[in-house]
C-alpha cells in the first residue's frame, strides 16, 4: 500500500526541474495521514516501504533516493545519483 501521494502543489528548481509537494495518505512512523511532506519529482524518489519521509521544503530529485528508515529535512536538496538510506537524516 502507497503510503504517500504527490499533490497539485508544485515548485521548479533552479535547474528547471518540477517537483510536487507529498502528502500522507496513512500513518507511518511519526508522520500522520494527511501531514504534507516536502518536494519530490517522481514516485521512485522515495519509497513507499518503511519510514523514509521528506520533510519540510526539502527536494529530492533526479535519481536520488530516500528508502529505509532515512528522512530529509528543512531545506535540503538530493539530487543526482545519491542514495540516503538506513536511520540517515539529512538536513
Known amino acids: 500500500m ?3 501521494k504527490l499533490t497539485d502543489e508544485s515548485i521548479t528548481t533552479v535547474c528547471g526541474k518540477k517537483l510536487f509537494r507529498i502528502k500522507a495518505v496513512k500513518d507511518f512512523g511519526e508522520v500522520k495521514k494527511g501531514d504534507k511532506g ?5 514516485e521512485r524518489n522515495l519509497s513507499h516501504n518503511g519510514n523514509s519521509w521528506v520533510y519540510d521544503n526539502a527536494q529530492v530529485f533526479d535519481d536520488a533516493c530516500v528508502c529505509d ?5 528543512d531545506d535540503a536538496c538530493v539530487f543526482g545519483d545519491v542514495r ?8
Do not use: L, R
Open 69 to 73: 528508515d532515512a528522512c530529509v529535512f
Open 38 to 42: 516536502g518536494f519530490i519529482q517522481c
Open 2 to 4: 502507497k503510503k504517500y
Open 84 to 91: 540516503v538510506s538506513g536511520d540517515e537524516e539529512t538536513k
